[in-house]
Nanobody, 124 residues
Framework: QVQLVESGGGLVQAGGSLRLSCAAS????????MGWFRHAPGKEREFVAA????????YYADSVKGRFTISRDNTRNTVYLQMNILKPEDTAVYYC?????????????????WGQGTQVTVSS
């Protein structure tokens, strides 16, 4: 069992930056692939970024490529999402997720554990 707690969300102006953190409880964090998803009102929850167990592979949604960076610190059981050049369309609840696999995945159904989410609001 893994519990995930996101933090770092908030209100920011367009063009600004935020860094989200996701702290995982339990052992064996390094054996999980991790991902970030987001859910905006009236839309489906969508993939944002994913990272393999050792950070050797990273995937990004086209909409955030070049602006967002996913990283992890296995010594701190934490995964991060650095978000730069934020746009109003990035406004959403951002969720951290863990998958019981080593390789990164973009498929929502392959994630086993989810956090409660953190709100990110980007004003124009």
């Amino acid at each position: 069992q893994v519990q995930l707690v996101e933090s770092g969300g908030g209100l920011v102006q367009a063009g600004g930056s935020l860094r989200l953190s996701c702290a995982a409880s339990g052992r064996a964090f390094s054996s999980y692939a991790m991902g970030w998803f987001r859910h905006a009102p009236g839309k489906e929850r969508e993939f944002v970024a994913a990272i393999s167990w050792n950070a050797g592979s990273k995937y990004y949604a086209d909409s955030v490529k070049g602006r967002f960076t996913i990283s992890r610190d296995n010594t701190r059981n934490t995964v991060y999402l650095q978000m730069n050049i934020l746009k109003p369309e990035d406004t959403a609840v951002y969720y951290c997720a863990a998958a019981r696999r080593l390789a990164a995945t973009v498929i929502r159904a392959e994630y086993d554990y989810w956090g409660q989410g953190t709100q990110v609001t980007v004003s124009s």
